[in-house]
């Protein structure tokens, strides 16, 4: 098993560019995460999602965010117009089971390393 | 609103000194907590969660709900214990947040 699967792994882009990130969740997992890490403000949660639909949004910085997932295998973080600020590593996770604190655990991404100049 | 609050960005300790990463919380009901822990080159993973009362490769965790607290302790630490920490609340079922990490450096 691959685990969740992000990528690029890497993205270096100019100020301005629209940025798509990709994330493939852990088969059979109803339950995925964007997480967006820097030194300043640590591990942020974005979004996540439940059988596809976003749940709770809260997290997305701005307008210029954007997350969608069309079907239970991919979910995309969108950022356009991308800007130097949102450098960071953005990391998806997905977990079956959300909320039970028993059983809950959230299997990561290896990260998308993000540089906007 | 901090939720979780890790007050050390850096903590190095000497192998088998004993180490502490603190935690904090800000919720007045009832937490559910958890480690995760991302070693070098390596996925963010989970190490323990405070339900199951468990010791992971000789850490444990206490939460003291007086003092809104959720520190993780081990009494002798090792070199390949370096690692970024990061504490974690759900409550609600359904809302989750970490902490901004604190990286431990274990000298030789």
């Known amino acids: 098993d691959a685990g969740v699967i992000q990528s690029p792994r890497h993205e270096v882009t100019e100020m301005g560019q629209e940025v798509t990130l990709r994330c493939k969740p852990i088969?059979?997992?109803?339950?995925l995460f964007w997480y967006r890490q820097t030194m300043m403000r640590g591990l942020e949660l974005l979004i996540y999602?439940?059988?596809?639909?976003?749940?709770?949004d809260s997290g997305m910085p701005e307008d210029r965010f954007s997350a969608k997932m069309p079907n239970a295998s991919f979910s995309t973080l969108k950022i356009q117009p991308s800007e130097p600020r949102d450098s960071a590593v953005y990391f998806c996770?997905?977990?079956?089971?959300?909320?039970?604190?028993?059983?809950?655990?959230?299997?990561f991404g290896p990260g998308t390393r993000l540089t906007v100049l | 609103a901090q939720r979780v609050t890790q007050p050390e960005k850096l903590l190095s300790v000497f192998k088998g000194a004993p180490v502490e990463l603190k935690c904090n919380y800000s919720?007045?009901?009832?937490?559910?907590l958890f480690w995760y822990v991302q070693y070098s080159r390596q996925r963010l993973q989970l190490l323990l969660r405070h339900i199951s009362r468990e010791s992971i490769k000789g850490f444990t965790a206490d939460l003291n709900k007086g003092e809104t607290s959720f520190h993780l302790k081990k009494p002798f630490a090792q070199e390949e214990d370096s690692a970024m920490y990061y504490c974690a609340l759900l409550y609600n079922f359904n809302k989750f947040y970490f902490g901004s990490g604190t990286k431990l450096n274990v000298k030789p």
């Open positions: 999602f439940n059988n596809n639909v976003p749940i709770d």
């Open positions: 996770a997905s977990t079956p089971n959300f909320g039970n604190p028993g059983t809950d655990t959230q299997y």
């Open positions: 919720y007045s009901g009832s937490p559910e």
């Open positions: 088969s059979g997992h109803d339950y």
